[in-house]
């Protein structure tokens, strides 16, 4: 959704004096994020304590500082240093996260736990109602981890890790 769009929305809303405009809805949504921002952008991270905003049903944001670490450039798989910066985290209030998950349909906890290594489930078994079918893959397609990670090269990300070695220091 835009800006254009959420004003759009507000402007159709049935809840307002039929008086307002779409300039004034404007002017109101630009001045309530600018003050939003201009809140995170001046407000202090401390030790014990971070500045947020809470919107009741809808979630919470909260101004968190990330500090500087090492990482890895994915094309040149060079080392390189990232430096600290601050963010804003995030979190649903879980009225908004149970509408969101409403129409969701979780699948079985026995589809998912209880295969043996190499084993597929019959998808289709499965939603048609016959039970939870499990179809073994003939030995010949039987995959075993130690081959493949023999057989396989190394993944970029994993040889620069091989290279700085195990008692690489991870900042928070």
Same mark, same amino acid.
């Given at each position: 959704?835009?800006?254009?769009?959420?004003?759009?929305?507000i402007a159709?809303? +049935?809840?307002?004096?039929?008086d307002?405009?779409?300039? #004034?809805?404007?002017?109101?949504?630009?001045?309530?994020?600018?003050?939003?921002?201009?809140?995170f952008?001046?407000?202090?991270v401390? +030790?014990?304590?971070?500045?947020k905003f809470?919107?009741?049903?809808f979630?919470t944001?909260?101004?968190k500082?990330?500090?500087?670490r090492?990482?890895?450039?994915? +094309?040149t798989?060079?080392?390189?240093?990232?430096?600290?910066f601050?963010t804003?985290?995030?979190r649903?209030?879980? =009225?908004?996260r149970?509408?969101?998950?409403?129409? *969701?349909i979780?699948?079985?906890a026995a589809?998912?736990?209880?295969?043996r290594?190499?084993a597929?489930a #019959?998808?289709?078994?499965a939603?048609?109602?016959?039970?939870?079918? =499990?179809?073994t893959t003939?030995?010949?397609f039987a995959?075993?981890?130690?081959t493949?990670e023999?057989?396989?090269?190394a993944?970029?990300l994993?040889?620069v890790?091989?290279a700085?070695?195990?008692? *690489?220091?991870?900042s928070?």
């Open positions: 959704m835009t800006k254009a769009e959420l004003i759009e929305r159709r809303s +049935r809840s307002l004096p039929p307002t405009t779409k300039k #004034d809805i404007e002017k109101i949504v630009t001045l309530a994020f600018e003050e939003i921002a201009s809140y952008a001046r407000a202090k401390t +030790r014990s304590q971070s500045p809470a919107f009741p049903h979630g944001f909260v101004k500082r990330r500090s500087a090492n990482g890895v450039n994915p +094309r798989l060079e080392p390189m240093q990232i430096d600290a601050y804003l985290d995030f649903t209030s879980s =009225e908004l149970d509408a969101l998950n409403q129409g *969701r979780e699948p079985e589809t998912r736990r209880g295969r290594r190499g597929v #019959d998808v289709g078994a939603e048609s109602g016959l039970g939870d079918a =499990e179809v003939p030995a010949a995959v075993d981890a130690d493949v023999e057989r396989l090269p993944a970029p994993q040889r890790r091989q700085t070695g195990p008692n *690489r220091v991870r928070a």
